[in-house]
């Protein structure tokens, strides 16, 4: 049996041209808490947030809204599922820090409120078939973080899925138990959203910051790809 592929739909392409997706793989990590260093970096990141945000008015972020504009496009309410940035960023211009997870989570966070990006992370040391990005069918099953009950999808959101195994609803909103990274994770892919008005050339950048974090935080071998229109297929190998 060969090793899994990582792919992404055309149809989401097509639905948003200009659109990619940056996935760094990191093999042969250690994940543990976070030590004073990173959290500093979080806590920076956090203040650093309330320069670049109208705290009045988050939305109004062109980075924000259009997350908003793509929850519209396929058809999940903003106002009621916020993309992970949204929620993020106005959990902190409402004066609450983000807490310390562990090392992976942690650098994912600071990478998405430095950028004002969404970047979630994934242990693929679990997974046993083919992800991709697509929109669903409706019979995929998700069981969200921290719970043990299962729900299925909508036909037509957009999820991050293992087969019929959702990973992740509504595109950035809300991440499954099953892939959540733990002390214990050793292998895992961060996805890093590029879109627009986030250019490729920022995906990359912030893919290759992504890197530097993960060595010097994780260890192990680390790499990225770019996936686009033109090149929406990966294997997930080292």
């Given amino acids: 049996m060969g090793n899994p592929f990582y792919s992404i739909d055309k149809a989401i392409f097509e639905m948003f ?9 990191a093999f ?3 994940a543990g808490d976070s ?8 806590r920076d990141a956090e203040k650093t947030l309330h320069n670049k945000v109208n705290a009045d008015d988050p939305v109004s972020h ?26 993020m960023v106005r959990r902190v211009l409402n004066g609450n820090e983000l807490p310390g997870i562990n090392t992976v989570v942690d650098i994912g966070n600071i990478l998405s409120l430095r950028h004002i990006i969404t970047a979630g992370a994934h242990a693929i040391d679990v997974v046993k078939g083919d992800i991709s990005l697509r929109r669903a069918g409706g019979e995929e099953s998700f069981t969200p973080f921290g719970t043990d009950i299962t729900e299925q999808t909508e036909p037509g959101e957009i999820i991050f899925t293992e087969g019929n195994n959702c990973l992740v609803r509504r595109w950035s909103w809300r991440q499954a138990e099953h892939t959540s990274i733990k002390n214990s ?9 590029g879109l627009p008005p986030v250019t490729r050339d920022e995906t990359e950048k912030i893919c290759i910051e992504a890197i530097d974090l993960i060595k010097r935080f994780c260890g192990g071998k680390v790499s990225y790809k770019i996936l686009d229109m033109d090149n929406p297929k990966m294997e997930l190998i080292k």
């Fill in 17 to 25: 041209p200009g659109y990619c997706r940056g996935v760094v793989l």
């Fill in 185 to 193: 994770t050793t292998a895992f892919e961060m996805n890093i959203d």
């Fill in 28 to 30: 042969d990590i250690k």
């Fill in 35 to 42: 030590p004073e260093e990173l959290l500093s970096m979080l």
């Fill in 62 to 87: 062109p980075r924000i809204n259009s997350w908003r504009e793509a929850y519209r496009l396929f058809g999940a309410k903003p106002a009621k599922f916020r993309s992970s940035i949204e929620g």
